[in-house]
């Protein structure tokens, strides 16, 4: 009897240890499919935010990248000093001037943007740039790419602003390109797409292509836009960021291979208005180039700026260093 009674305590007690067993909770294993701590991006809303428009929606979905687009320049120029961003997409001339005013604290990373400046005329008494003299031209971008471009066209066809030639600058392209449809600006300078938007509303407008004015005075390749990261960034999520590097490529090829759904992305993400990104996207000059190329397209392109003006890339150039390759 006694024999019978252990043994039944004995499966009881077995019992309980196996319940017990069965309600420890199960351990999965981490999940590497998850995206780490999303990268906070910014772009222009222009080319550089056209050739972004399918890594940003993607990025929405999949939690990789936390995209932003500003309106001009400046705006970004804060964010990046501060911190507030990862990556950013700014005139190639920008990067050179954060990278002295930060104690090179960034690295240029890809060129994305080529020329894609237009001069618009509403007169129909511009055909060449020589046809400028003793005219006025509105133009955004001062400070930046833009202005320092356009004076070298200017000074390269004997022209010189505030003497033979004067430029109004505003502070934004969208507001110039308002102006301009309005009757209040006869000639701009604009990018695209503001200038297709112009094009698109004035009949009969004049538009000469600036990258084609740039070809005629210099040897160097007009780099518009390149993108940046922060240094501290990059040196604790390298593998992160060259993941970026992939998908911001295949995302620029996606806007040039498939303008239709490139334009609808950018009218969804409030980049630009759909069909004004159908109309923009073949002229929006969208490339992408790293490592070797790029350091050689940027670096020739910031030395012919510096040689016209040193204030355009910060009062120097910079070096190596400033070049990442991975």
């Known amino acids: 009897m006694k024999r019978i009674i252990a043994l039944m305590l004995a499966a009881v007690m077995a019992l309980g240890i196996f319940a017990g067993c069965a309600q420890e909770p199960v351990q999965t294993p981490a999940d590497d499919t998850q995206p780490a701590v999303p990268m906070n991006v910014v772009a222009l809303s222009g080319p550089t935010g056209i050739g972004m428009a399918k890594l940003a ?43 002295a005013k930060t104690n090179g604290s960034i690295s240029v990373t890809a060129v994305t943007t080529m020329g894609v400046l237009y001069l618009l005329d509403k007169t129909g008494g511009i055909e060449s740039i020589a046809d400028l003299e003793g005219k006025t031209v509105g133009a955004t971008g001062q400070g930046s790419n833009p202005e320092y471009i356009l004076n070298y066209i200017l000074a390269e066809n004997g022209l010189t602003v505030g003497e033979n030639v004067n430029v109004n600058f505003y502070g934004e392209h969208a507001e110039l390109a308002s102006l301009m449809i309005s009757g209040e600006v006869d000639i701009a300078m604009l990018p695209v797409p503001f200038a297709t938007q112009v094009e698109g509303k004035i009949e009969g407008i004049n538009v000469l292509n600036l990258q084609d004015e740039w070809n005629k005075v210099c040897d160097t390749a007009l780099a518009q836009g390149v993108v940046i990261v922060r240094n501290e960034y990059l040196e604790n999520n390298k593998e992160q960021f060259d993941a970026f590097l992939d998908d911001l490529k295949a995302s620029t090829e996606y806007a040039v291979n498939d303008v239709e759904g490139a334009a609808q992305l950018c009218g969804d993400l409030g980049i630009i208005a759909q069909e004004v990104a159908l109309k923009a996207i073949p002229y929006c000059n969208l490339t992408f180039s790293e490592g070797a190329e790029m350091k050689a397209t940027v670096s020739a392109f910031l030395q012919v700026l510096f040689d016209a003006n040193p204030k355009a890339t910060g009062g120097s150039l910079p070096g190596d260093e400033f070049y990442y390759a991975r």
């Open 57 to 99: 929606a993607d990025g929405k979905e999949n939690g990789k990248y936390n995209v932003t687009f500003a309106s001009a320049p400046d705006e970004i120029t804060g964010l990046i000093v501060n911190g507030e961003v990862d990556v950013a997409c700014v005139p190639t001339n920008l990067a050179a001037a954060l990278y």
